[in-house]
């Protein structure tokens, strides 16, 4: 079975710091993709960030950047120079290329501190 | 600014009766998602359609959860009857799947909010 494992249910950081969320994931297929999503108090899901597994280099979109490590099916998220607007719940994605179902970690809870 | 639409975007019933929710997914993307959230399962699939033909709802319970896309403009989630545990934050999401090998984004609508009493 396929899975998608966040271990940090709950993490805090300071404002202007960096953080990192981890997510395990496993699969015996070799093609898939890897997402990051935000979801505000406001409930909305937001698309943080995406890793095609058959690219090596790391995706980074402004402030958020991944740590993907095929071997070790880790995909984790790196966000720098926290803000306020950053605290949020983080989910962590993932579908293989033959399907289009999604299968979604439990989610960790960060909480930016002024 | 496209964006996928879900209503009610709040609903609070009594156990037994009929709920139905209603999904406007991005013109022009051809695959519709039905995800339940809730504290203690997360987010959960619970059924999926592309070009309005379901293709997995294995994630719903059978007996009295139905999904059905009428039109390409619209998708529903039917609860009957309903009960206490299926109070939860119920989410559509949309997405352009199958073309080109691109990550195949889904965009998610704000969800609805169900609280069965």
């Known amino acids: 079975a396929q899975t998608v494992t966040q271990s940090q249910p709950e993490m805090s950081v300071q404002e202007a710091e960096t953080v990192t969320l981890s997510c395990t994931y496993d699969t015996s297929e070799s093609n898939y993709y890897l997402f990051w999503y935000k979801q505000p108090p406001s409930r909305q899901m937001i698309l943080v960030i995406r890793q095609e597994a058959y690219k090596q280099q790391n995706a980074t979109e402004n402030r958020f950047s991944v740590n993907f490590q095929k071997a070790a099916k880790s995909f984790s998220l790196k966000i720098s120079d926290s803000q306020l607007g950053d605290t949020a719940m983080y989910f962590c994605a993932f579908r293989t290329s033959g399907t289009y179902k999604y299968i979604f970690g439990t989610g960790t809870r960060l909480k930016v501190l002024a | 600014d496209a964006r996928v639409t879900q209503t009610p975007r709040h609903k609070v019933t009594e156990m037994g009766q009929e709920v139905t929710m209603r999904c406007q997914p991005i013109l022009g993307h051809n695959t519709v998602f039905w995800y339940r959230q809730t504290m203690m399962q997360g987010l959960e699939l619970l059924a999926y359609f592309r070009n309005r033909a379901p293709l997995d709802d294995s994630g719903m319970p059978k007996d009295r959860f139905s999904a059905e896309m009428p039109d390409a403009t619209l998708a529903t989630l039917k609860i009957q009857p309903s009960e206490p545990r299926d109070s939860a934050v119920y989410f559509c999401?949309?997405?352009?799947?199958?073309?080109?090998?691109?990550?195949?984004?889904?965009?998610f609508g704000p969800g609805t909010r169900l609280t069965v009493l």
């Open positions: 999401a949309s997405g352009s799947m199958g073309g080109g090998g691109s990550y195949n984004e889904q965009f």
